[in-house]
């Protein structure tokens, strides 16, 4: 018999809360569900509450490593990586029935500080993650309007949460993320219009006000770095083909964990070979290891 993991609690605990709300759903009824006697789920969770904690966590967790993926693909524009990244908030909330989940369950205003702090913990990563595309996409010199346009585009995705009853295809996220790029370009050119004056509603807090920049970001201007490097070396063209290869397949295995594995080892081993990437790879190396 498989052996039930806390994953199979979570998934069975989600189908049930989507289907009968929070306050219906007993322990009892997800420890079936997921294959297992009350007794066995105490194991894994002290209680429903840190159940829904642990749920919450993990459908951050599921998010962000699908979007380390798109982050960090150089083959994606910025503004191709900013649209794929609401495709994929969309996939993952319809996937784990968050859509079904948000407004039965307390997790909005939850009066649990553990509930409430997970789910702070996951909009506040989402808007990080917005943020940092959009600098990417349209520079620092807008910034001040970011956190106006992001509550915008937050509260549009939650209407289209609020508002969807059944499962959607992904051709659907896929127009509405085009929907949200088209609204989010539209409110940047009106709010940064001379002949209009915006004032800032959302300001970023104490904490955000130079935040440093995250791991994708550092890892991201690394790499693109790198490259540039590789282009201008004084080399043969094949054996420049040869060091871009090597860096792809770096940035693909980097894209799957932001740590220094055998393989990423060996693959920074190998560009240490030419002495203008050699810094690159010791700042890699630290951001890794930190």
Known sequence: MKKVTSEDIIQAALSLFSEKGYEATSVDEIARQSGMVKASFYKYFKSK?????GTIAFVQEDMEKDLEKVYLNSRLSPREKLTQFFVIVLE??????????????????STDEKIAHAVDSL????????????????GEKWSDYYYDIIFVIKSMII????????EFHASEH??????????????LQGMTNPDHHHEIMWKPSVEEQGRPRSQWQEIDSILQHMYTVIGNVDRQEAEKNDYFSILEKLQAELAETLHETAHVKALLLFLEQVSELQECCQKLKIILNS
């Open 49 to 53: 509450e840190e159940l829904l904690q």
């Open 92 to 109: 993952r909330v319809y996937q784990n029935k968050m859509h079904l989940l948000i407004f039965s369950v307390p997790l909005l205003g």
């Open 123 to 138: 909009e506040n990563s989402l808007s990080n993650r917005i943020l940092d595309l959009m600098l990417n996409l349209y």
């Open 159 to 166: 209407s289209y949460v609020r508002m969807s009853g059944q």
């Open 174 to 187: 896929q127009l509405l993320a085009d929907f949200v790029m088209s609204i989010t370009d539209i409110l």
